[in-house]
């Protein structure tokens, strides 16, 4: 770590934060919310978490930024009250914040020192993961190791509550009135998009070379930064490319609604499922190595490496799904008739 | 460096939880709202990345850890950063993302009900 890059950077931060809130357009708000995210994962590289990095640099200034315009685009720029008025509540917000800042400050007098390689949280559990990935199981990106196989449990339901949020936006927005199924145009006709002939060309030429990128993110979690969660996001960013840029109803065709729940089911179907085929072999939920016993040619190690892929495989398929869905249900506000 | 400048990513972080929770709390518009909720979210994981941060430390990826050139040397923990905080926050990440659809998604359900999203205007309405 340099710390007086670190400086640098997180003065932007703040510079960032401030500016994204007491700007007076939404739209512009959510710019320099994605230039805040942007920041953040370099901050992430910075102090060495390069697979947060990843997943702040395909998540926060990605989707998150993607999401906020298609919000802005269904309802309105405009910030500010047709009334005045509030001083009084806002003092009392402006109160309870000093407060809970005052707290975390004497808080902070009884953390241990910064980036102290002896601190209480590096001592726990992550030496046995630093030290043993490689003898265990062969796998060595430790956070991978650790995400799919030491700490599988968490992952599985991390996946869950994904899954759960996308069916949450369906049964909030969703709205199946007003929609003339014949009027509806014929798939694979061009129907809307931006009509702009070179980023509709690239937009299209780009995507199965984002597509093929993510699906090495996931397959080479194991050896560098990566895995199901970014590869599953770029998957999904993707198509939401080719939604904006090149036709809303090609999309709509290809990740159906009932697709994306299909899928985001199966993606966690997947994850259990290999859980639970160690459960009827005769090990622990989620203890891939006696999965040896099915792969051919493979030893309790790398059998342990080999289940990892198969999660994160899952966690893949469930993560784009859902973020596809959400974004169609958001731009369109749950009518899938027109997006961005 | 003094140990209380040293800390500058605690306080940092500090400073950007209040910035959240203010957005949260003092902020008329609903969107503005998320973006306090997303602030406070990333001050959180600010801090736990950091408590995994170690001085002079690697990425937590084993050096010549795969192929056929295995090194069978002892592996030091304090060589690479805590990879602990850095797997839950990369999944709180990615739940962030969830949430924060689903909150847009209920600040549009707001909108096509009352056509706003000031707070004060909504519940001018709701009276």
Same mark, same amino acid.
């Given at each position: 770590?340099?710390?007086?890059?670190?400086i640098?950077?997180?003065?932007?931060?703040?510079?960032?934060?401030?500016?994204?809130?007491m700007?007076?357009d939404?739209?512009?708000?959510?710019?320099?919310?994605?230039?805040?995210?942007?920041?953040?994962?370099?901050?992430?590289?910075?102090?060495?978490?390069?697979d947060?990095a990843?997943?702040?640099?395909?998540?926060?200034?990605?989707?998150?930024?993607?999401?906020?315009f298609?919000?802005?685009?269904?309802t309105?720029r405009r910030v500010?009250?047709r009334?005045?008025?509030?001083k009084l509540?806002?003092l009392?917000?402006?109160?309870?914040?000093l407060l809970?800042?005052?707290?975390?400050?004497?808080?902070?007098?009884?953390?241990?020192?910064f980036?102290? @390689?002896?601190?209480p949280a590096?001592?726990h559990?992550?030496?046995?993961?630093?030290?043993?990935? +490689?003898h265990?199981?062969?796998? @060595?990106n430790?956070v991978?190791?650790?995400?799919?196989d030491?700490?599988?449990?968490d992952?599985m339901?991390?996946?869950a509550?994904?899954?759960?949020?996308?069916?949450a936006?369906?049964?909030i927005?969703?709205?199946y009135?007003g929609?003339d199924?014949r009027?509806?145009?014929r798939?694979?006709?061009?129907?809307?998009?931006? @009509?702009?002939?070179?980023?509709?060309?690239i937009?299209?030429?780009l995507?199965p070379f984002?597509? +093929?990128?993510?699906?090495y993110?996931?397959?080479?979690g194991?050896?560098?930064?990566g895995?199901g969660?970014q590869?599953?996001?770029i +998957?999904?960013?993707?198509f939401?490319?080719l939604?904006?840029?090149?036709?809303?109803?090609?999309?709509?065709?290809?990740?159906?609604?009932?697709m994306?729940?299909?899928?985001g089911n199966i993606?966690?179907l997947?994850?259990?499922?290999?859980?639970?085929?160690?459960?009827?072999?005769g090990?622990?939920? +989620?203890?891939?190595?006696i999965?040896?016993?099915i792969?051919?040619a493979?030893?309790?190690v790398?059998a342990?490496?080999h289940?990892?892929l198969g999660?994160?495989?899952?966690?893949?398929?469930?993560?784009?799904?859902?973020?596809v869905s959400?974004?169609?249900?958001?731009?369109?506000?749950?009518k899938?008739?027109?997006g961005? | 460096?003094?140990p209380?400048?040293?800390?500058?990513?605690y306080?940092i972080?500090?400073?950007l939880?209040?910035?959240?929770?203010?957005a949260?709390?003092a902020?008329?518009?609903?969107?503005?709202?998320?973006?306090?909720?997303s602030?406070?979210q $990333?001050?959180i994981?600010?801090?736990?990345v950091?408590?995994g941060a170690? =001085?002079?430390?690697?990425?937590p990826i084993?050096? =010549?850890?795969?192929?056929?050139?295995v090194?069978? $040397?002892?592996?030091?923990?304090t =060589?690479?950063?805590n990879?602990?905080?850095h797997v839950?926050?990369? $999944?709180?990440i990615?739940?962030s993302?969830? $949430?924060?659809?689903v909150?847009l998604?209920?600040?549009l359900?707001?909108?096509?009900?009352?056509n706003?999203l000031?707070?004060?205007?909504?519940?001018e309405q709701?009276q």
């Open positions: 770590m340099i710390w007086q890059l670190d640098c950077i997180l003065t932007l931060i703040v510079i960032c934060a401030f500016a994204t809130i700007v007076k939404l739209l512009s708000a959510a710019i320099i919310f994605g230039a805040y995210s942007f920041l953040m994962c370099l901050l992430w590289t910075e102090m060495g978490s390069v947060v990843f997943t702040e640099a395909s998540v926060g200034a990605g989707v998150s930024t993607v999401l906020f298609a919000a802005v685009y269904q309105t500010g009250s009334k005045s008025g509030r509540s806002k009392v917000a402006l109160m309870a914040t809970t800042g005052l707290v975390l400050v004497i808080a902070e007098a009884d953390f241990p020192g980036a102290d @390689p002896f601190s590096s001592l559990v992550s030496p046995y993961y630093i030290t043993q990935t +490689l265990d199981t062969n796998v @060595p430790i991978t190791s650790v995400l799919a030491y700490r599988g449990y992952t339901f991390e996946t509550v994904i899954f759960t949020a996308g069916l936006v369906i049964a927005l969703r709205s009135t929609v199924r009027k509806l145009p798939r694979y006709i061009i129907t809307e998009g931006y @009509p702009d002939t070179i980023i509709r060309f937009a299209r030429q995507v984002i597509q +093929l990128f993510a699906l993110v996931v397959a080479h194991h050896h560098s930064p895995g969660f590869g599953g996001v +998957l999904g960013a993707s939401i490319l939604a904006i840029s090149y036709d809303f109803n090609i999309v709509k065709g290809i990740m159906s609604e009932k994306n729940v299909l899928l993606g966690v997947v994850y259990a499922g290999i859980g639970f085929a160690c459960l009827l072999l090990a622990n939920f +989620l203890d891939y190595s999965l040896s016993q792969l051919p493979t030893d309790k790398m342990r490496s289940g990892m999660i994160e495989t899952g966690v893949a398929i469930a993560v784009m799904a859902i973020i959400i974004y169609l249900n958001i731009v369109s506000l749950g899938y008739d027109k961005l | 460096m003094p209380l400048i040293a800390d500058y990513n306080w972080y500090i400073l939880m209040m910035i959240g929770l203010y949260m709390l902020k008329n518009n609903l969107v503005k709202k998320v973006i306090g909720m602030i406070f $990333t001050a994981i600010v801090f736990y950091s408590t170690k =001085h002079k430390a690697s990425i084993i050096a =010549h850890g795969h192929g056929h050139d090194v069978e $040397t002892a592996i030091d923990f =060589h690479y950063a990879p602990l905080p839950l926050m990369l $999944t709180a990615v739940v993302v969830g $949430t924060l659809g909150a998604a209920i600040c359900g707001i909108y096509k009900r009352y706003s000031e707070e004060d205007e909504i519940q709701l």
